[in-house]
């Protein structure tokens, strides 16, 4: 079975930074493209990065560019989400998602990684001013 496993979440002050980890295991993981998402409480699920199973393919969403920046260790199994200059609208649960298909000559996020089919159970990060 695909499981994704988050870690790294907390508590952390406005401008701190936070690296966020996902496991994963029962599936080839050099060949998915993975990414991750996050819920605020009261929104929608919202896109934030996604990255290509060969190393080079990035895309983040405007609200977090230049301050995430997402990277993968296909030795480790591994997706990070390292986040910085952290606000307290980035209180959210953060999940990764292996996504089905990534189309690496997109011009932004939603349509270089538009289906996600894998998700973790999450994991909570609070920004407090």
């Known amino acids: 079975d695909v499981q994704l496993v988050e870690s790294g979440g907390g508590a952390v002050q406005v401008g701190g930074s936070l690296r966020l980890s996902c496991a994963a295991s029962?599936?080839?993981?050099?060949?998915?493209?993975l990414a991750w998402f996050r819920q605020a409480p009261g929104k929608e699920r919202e896109g934030l990065a996604c990255?290509?199973?060969?190393?080079?393919?990035?895309f983040y969403a405007d609200s977090v560019k230049g301050r995430f920046t997402i990277s993968r260790d296909n030795a480790k199994n591994t997706v990070y989400l390292q986040m910085n200059s952290l606000k307290p609208e980035d209180t959210a649960v953060y999940y990764c998602?292996?996504?089905?298909?990534?189309?690496?000559?997109?011009?932004?996020?939603?349509?270089?990684?538009?289906?996600?089919?894998?998700w973790g159970k999450g994991t909570l990060v609070t920004v407090s001013a």
């Open positions: 998602a292996t996504i089905e298909m990534f189309y690496g000559n997109s011009y932004n996020l939603y349509e270089a990684c538009p289906h996600a089919d894998h």
């Open positions: 029962g599936f080839n993981f050099n060949e998915y493209p």
């Open positions: 990255i290509s199973n060969l190393p080079g393919r990035i």
